[in-house]
């Protein structure tokens, strides 16, 4: 027992020294270096999705300005908020989702786009350009976007399907179209919950504890008919024929399906879906700003905005880009949906996150 | 202990012998005091901590709140259900690996060390692509499920249920039974074997009351390096399991990365760290007296 | 020597030698099956793994234009032996520290150095990642140390939790070695370290070496601290996988772990062919 203490104590001096390292560490000055259109300070740390960047666009960005762009890559938002978050990890420049943007807004972790070192990015669509999650856009200028919707195998579910989240969390539907124990959902709290809320008809970003409690109760009833609650392979399981309809992101599906032998589409239900869109982002501590503002400068480019769209198949949100975006990508509905008007994009709820996370817990517990 | 005739002399043996065991030891010491200890410190100061509005965790206003949480009932569940899936992937690879690490310690020096590494080498390619390839194996049309359909278990189909996880724990995990059990038991004399074989006469008995208590370190060393990596794993029970019911290591990694919760995530891992801890003393105590 | 004798006794006889060889056949398989599986598909010409559509080598080809790939592998090969070599010293001076000798606060030490083995991984990454952040001002200042390079923090936090499984196998091996040995070298005046690398070492090596086996699988295997501590520039192939796993499995991912994998067996086999030329006059060994 005594031996136990010991340890106790320790821990506890130790816990101690923590909390003394914590408060040692002093506030950001709010002055930022201030840089010029094309100016460079260096080689540039790029923190981004994987398979989200055109190397050729990297490779010529190089040329053109004599630097090395580093790309490292993060498989969520979360992880990359867990790293840069804590402050020194050396990157200048992030892709974060909408809802991400606006907590290290407030966290200030991210400088403002400084307008004269960044020129193009009056080539931003109208849409994107005073986004809710950033008001104005200080902070971030729109990289990529698209929506989460569903994705169906209808040669599988033997015909049309009507276009609604009932396909995900209704008994009868399930009956129906034979998809009891072939259906997935995106592992995430604010996804999978506002799937929930919307199939209710409400809002994806709700902070009502009753609204949530019924959307809790939508997907404790279909636990027991889902295959996976899965974020990186919905569209392979329904290609390979594990599930029939999937939860996830446009870009996926679109990629997947063209390796698929069955006919499949993918839709976002009408009683409205998410919209995301990740954004280019300068961290506070950024070593190298003047190149990352550079970087931002050269992607915001019409011709190299078209070219990434025309590389990864993601929704372009540079308007000055679209003349130059192949045809086949523009007409896509998967990638460019025609009615826009029942998308929502989700908002960090504060406090609320937590309940989001407990609902998701307790509905499968 | 042979008498020695100054008690003195021996008291200075025996310190400088102390001392000399502790200076051994000082630089794994150090290195754990700075690398662990004090990080550790850090996430239990966390557990006290508050989480602001937008996720951060911050060193202020002390609470129990995230202790309070760990009596709600969704913990209870997710936990007792991460034991019994972590006690079964254990005990299998205990019947698995324990015939394979005999086997390879009664083959000629050189053919184990080959044994040995074909044991390991699968490990060297990506555990996330392992996993992945058990998915590949275990769907609708994979050999694994069209075996299991012929040798007749139903349809064979098992992926995204507990057995698919436990059955990847298994895979994962059954080198870490292999190893210390290897060199538990390679290193038996098998001349008191053979001694018990001329008392016994039934090569199980010669087994059971020899060979087995002596390789108990190994199998206590491989148990608890199977048991805890089972108990707290997330990647496995995502990828087979589908994820449909809550394990204590996907449920902590939810509360640091979607609810950017760091004070139940931290108090959370100090529970599992606690009673992993308790456990792992009342195994060795129980082992220990039985050697 | 009577090896012959006891070699009797070690193996089972009968219907149990048997039974014992064919489940250690079937547990090999049981490794092999799934490195089957992504070799097979390694060379699937589809991009879904899983469904095969014709024989290709395009992935292979990817995995050569693929620099970041390539990078990540050396990442992962560098951080691997180093770790490896640093956690096998000092956890088997730790394990002979605890087995051999009586010291003031050892029980404590035995407490902590079990703790790296029973905390979940992800505890452990967040831990390692905030710690980092928070001292990195404080490493600094050691000069020569620069704690923004994502290698050092990689192989730091390696050791940390690979001191403790290297010494768990080697303390496994300790316990049922009696000392009478070392005793009998003291007795007859070979110094310490001529009794430890006389007779401990050669006697302790095969736990040793399962703990660097160990070591090595843990380093390249590990996912969840590397990905929260890795920084710029230094990205583990595992980690990389990872990040590619969430946009979607592509076989290219196959064909890395494949390229690892034969690598990894090449060396082995080199290793194995050097110790035969090494060793060489041996009789010719029974079986």
Redesign the interface.
């Given at each position: 027992m005594s031996?136990w203490m010991?340890?106790v104590a320790?821990f506890g001096a130790f816990s101690l020294m923590?909390v003394a390292?914590?408060c040692g560490?002093d506030e950001e000055t709010s002055s930022f270096k201030q840089c010029a259109e094309g100016e460079t300070d260096g080689d540039l740390?790029f923190y981004n999705?994987?398979?989200?960047m055109d190397p050729d666009l990297i490779t010529a960005f190089q040329d053109q300005h004599g630097v090395t762009v580093?790309?490292?890559?993060?498989?969520?938002n979360e992880?990359m908020h867990?790293?840069v978050g804590?402050?020194?990890?050396?990157?200048d420049l992030i892709v974060p989702s909408d809802y991400m943007v606006s907590i290290l807004i407030a966290d200030g972790l991210i400088q403002p786009v400084q307008e004269a070192a960044v020129p193009n990015k009056g080539n931003v669509a109208e849409r994107f350009a005073n986004p809710p999650y950033d008001p104005g856009a200080v902070y971030s200028a729109a990289y990529q976007w698209g929506t989460t919707g569903v994705g169906v195998d209808l040669g599988a579910a033997g015909g049309d399907v009507p276009k609604t989240w009932g396909l995900l969390f209704d008994a009868d539907l399930a009956e129906q179209y034979g998809l009891s124990g072939k259906i997935s959902l995106l592992d995430d709290p604010r996804e999978t919950m506002g799937a929930a809320l919307k199939y209710l008809g409400y809002s994806l970003n709700s902070t009502s504890k009753t609204e949530l409690a019924e959307a809790e109760a939508v997907i404790a009833d279909a636990v027991g008919r889902v295959a996976a609650f899965d974020?990186?392979?919905y569209?392979?399981l329904v290609?390979?024929g594990e599930t029939i309809v999937g939860h996830g992101y446009s870009g996926?599906f679109l990629?997947?399906f063209e390796?698929?032998e069955s006919t499949y589409d993918y839709f976002v239900p009408d009683e409205g879906g998410t919209i995301w869109v990740d954004n280019m982002a300068v961290l506070a501590d950024a070593p190298h700003p003047c190149t990352a503002f550079a970087f931002m400068n050269f992607l915001l480019d019409a011709q190299n905005g078209a070219q990434l769209t025309n590389y990864n198949w993601y929704a372009s949100p540079n308007g000055a880009a679209e003349p130059h975006i192949d045809q086949e990508v523009l007409d896509n509905p998967i990638i460019y949906p025609t009615d826009m008007s029942k998308l929502e994009f989700i908002a960090d709820t504060g406090d609320f996150e937590i309940e989001y996370t407990d609902a998701l817990s307790r509905a499968r517990s | 202990m042979t008498e020695v005739a100054t008690p003195g002399l021996e008291l200075q043996a025996e310190r400088a012998?102390?001392?000399?065991?502790?200076l051994?030891?000082l630089?794994?010491?150090v290195?754990?005091?700075v690398?662990?200890?004090?990080?550790?410190g850090?996430?239990i100061a966390?557990s006290f901590a508050t989480r602001t509005r937008t996720g951060r965790t911050e060193l202020r206003d002390w609470n129990l709140e995230a202790y309070e949480r760990l009596g709600e009932s969704v913990v209870r569940a997710v936990a007792f259900r991460s034991l019994w899936i972590a006690v079964a992937s254990t005990l299998i690879c205990l019947a698995?690996?324990y015939?394979?690490a005999?086997?390879?310690?009664?083959r000629?020096p050189?053919t184990r060390?080959?044994l040995?590494?074909?044991?390991?080498?699968?490990?060297?390619?990506?555990?996330?692509?392992?996993t992945?390839?058990?998915?590949?194996?275990l769907?609708s049309d994979?050999?694994?499920t069209r075996v299991a359909a012929e040798v007749g278990f139903g349809d064979g189909r098992i992926l995204f249920t507990n057995k698919a996880v436990i059955l990847g724990l298994v895979?994962g995990y059954?080198?870490?039974m292999v190893?210390?059990l290897?060199?538990?038991i390679?290193?038996?004399d098998?001349?008191l074997?053979?001694g018990a074989?001329d008392l016994y006469a039934s090569?199980w008995a010669?087994f059971r009351r020899v060979v087995w208590p002596?390789s108990k370190?190994?199998v206590?060393?491989g148990s608890?390096?199977v048991f805890?990596?089972s108990?707290?794993a997330?990647?496995t029970p995502a990828i087979l399991g589908g994820n449909k019911k809550g394990l204590?290591?996907s449920y902590?990694?939810d509360q640091?990365m979607d609810a950017r919760n760091?004070p139940l995530?931290?108090s959370l891992?100090v529970m599992?760290?606690a009673v992993?801890?308790i456990g792992?003393?009342v195994y060795f105590r129980q082992g220990g007296r039985n050697? | 020597m009577?090896k012959g004798?006891?070699?009797?006794?070690?193996?089972?006889?009968g219907w149990?030698k048997w039974l014992?060889?064919g489940?250690?056949a079937l547990?090999?398989a049981?490794?092999?099956?799934?490195?089957a599986?992504?070799t097979f598909?390694s060379f699937n010409e589809?991009?879904?793994?899983?469904?095969w559509t014709g024989f290709s080598m395009r992935w292979y080809g990817d995995f050569l234009e693929n620099d970041?790939v390539q990078q990540s592998i050396w990442v992962s090969v560098k951080v691997c032996i180093a770790s490896t070599l640093i956690s096998v010293?000092?956890?088997t001076?730790?394990a002979?520290?605890?087995e051999?000798?009586?010291?003031?606060?050892?029980?404590?030490?035995d407490?902590?150095?079990?703790?790296?083995?029973?905390?979940?991984?992800?505890?452990m990454a967040?831990?390692?990642?905030?710690?980092f952040?928070?001292?990195?001002e404080w490493f600094n200042v050691i000069p020569g140390v620069d704690l923004?390079e994502?290698l050092e923090k990689l192989v730091?936090?390696h050791?940390?939790f690979n001191?403790?499984?290297v010494?768990?196998?080697v303390?496994?091996?300790l316990?049922?070695?009696d000392a009478t040995m070392e005793e009998a070298a003291a007795d007859l005046y070979a110094n310490?370290w001529q009794t430890f690398r006389r007779v401990t070492l050669p006697?302790i090596m095969?736990?040793v070496?399962?703990g660097a086996?160990?070591a090595?699988?843990l380093s390249?295997?590990d996912?969840?601290v590397s990905?929260?501590v890795?920084?710029?520039?230094a990205?583990p192939?595992?980690?990389?996988?990872?990040?590619?796993?969430?946009?979607?499995?592509s076989p290219l991912?196959?064909a890395?772990?494949?390229v690892?994998?034969a690598a990894?067996?090449a060396l082995?086999i080199a290793s194995?062919v050097l110790?035969?030329v090494t060793n060489s006059p041996k009789g010719p060994?029974?079986?």
């Open positions: 031996k010991r340890l320790l923590a390292a914590g560490s740390n999705w994987s398979e989200y580093t790309e490292d890559f993060y498989p969520s992880e867990g790293k804590v402050g020194n990890s050396g990157y974020s990186d392979q569209s392979e290609v390979l996926n990629w997947d390796e698929g | 012998e102390s001392r000399r065991g502790f051994l030891g630089p794994a010491v290195y754990l005091v690398f662990f200890v004090i990080p550790l850090i996430v966390y698995l690996a015939p394979l005999y086997f390879i310690s009664t000629k050189a060390n080959l040995l590494v074909a044991v390991m080498i699968p490990f060297w390619s990506n555990f996330l692509i392992r992945y390839a058990w998915r590949v194996l769907d994979g050999l694994f895979y059954l080198p870490f190893l210390p290897y060199a538990a390679e290193r038996i098998w001349s074997v053979e074989r090569g010669a002596l370190p190994g206590i060393a608890i390096l805890v990596p108990f707290g997330y990647v204590v290591g902590i990694v640091f760091g995530g931290a891992s599992v760290l992993m801890l792992t003393l050697l | 009577a004798v006891a070699r009797s006794t070690a193996e089972p006889m149990s014992l060889r489940h250690s547990v090999y049981f490794f092999y099956a799934p490195i599986v992504l598909y589809s991009q879904i793994v899983g469904r970041n010293v000092l956890g001076l730790a002979l520290s605890i051999r000798f009586r010291w003031w606060g050892q029980k404590a030490f407490a902590v150095l079990y703790l790296p083995i029973i905390i979940p991984d992800v505890t967040v831990m390692l990642m905030v710690f952040s928070e001292t990195a923004s994502g730091l936090s050791v940390a001191i403790s499984f010494s768990v196998v303390r496994a091996r316990t049922n070695l310490r006697q095969p736990g070496l399962g086996l160990l090595v699988t390249l295997d996912v969840v990905s929260f890795s920084a710029v520039g990205t192939v595992s980690v990389y996988v990872f990040g590619m796993l969430r946009k979607g499995v991912i196959n890395v772990s494949v690892i994998l990894s067996m082995v194995l110790e035969r060994e029974e079986e």
